[in-house]
């Protein structure tokens, strides 16, 4: 029903950026909140950022504040994490998710995953 379709992972040097997007389709895409989740190998999946439904609000891991920016358009279905300053403890496989509120922090709570985007920070 829903399909979420991550993009804009890559390989990059410690400090570099990237923008991962996620466009979205199935249903009213304003009407749910989106987020972020990784996953290293060997670790759990953990929440990175999450957005409410009209963009208003957003929330970080703790170690990515002041790095990582969580935007939405709604007019293009489409979310957005910029990724910058990358350190080699962000590697992971990067999943976008879509919910009913953004404030649900366990992977559980969230309703549709994508396939998921690697990205790879070298040291």
């Known amino acids: 029903q829903v399909q979420l379709v991550e993009s804009g992972g890559g390989l990059v040097q410690a400090g570099g950026s990237l923008r991962l997007s996620c466009a979205a389709s199935?249903?009213?895409?304003?009407?749910?909140?989106m987020g972020w989740f990784r996953q290293a190998p060997g670790k759990e999946r953990e929440y990175v950022a999450t957005?409410?439904?009209?963009?208003?609000?957003?929330r970080y891991k703790d170690s990515v504040k002041g790095r990582f920016t969580i935007s939405r358009d709604n007019a293009k279905n489409t979310v957005y994490l910029q990724m910058n300053s990358l350190k080699p403890e962000d590697t992971a496989l990067y999943y976008c998710?879509?919910?009913?509120?953004?404030?649900?922090?366990?992977?559980?709570?969230?309703?549709?995953w994508g396939q998921g985007t690697q990205v790879t920070v070298s040291s």
């Open positions: 998710v879509q919910g009913t509120y953004y404030y649900n922090l366990s992977p559980s709570s969230w309703d549709y």
């Open positions: 199935g249903r009213t895409f304003s009407s749910y909140a």
């Open positions: 957005i409410s439904r009209d963009g208003g609000v957003t």
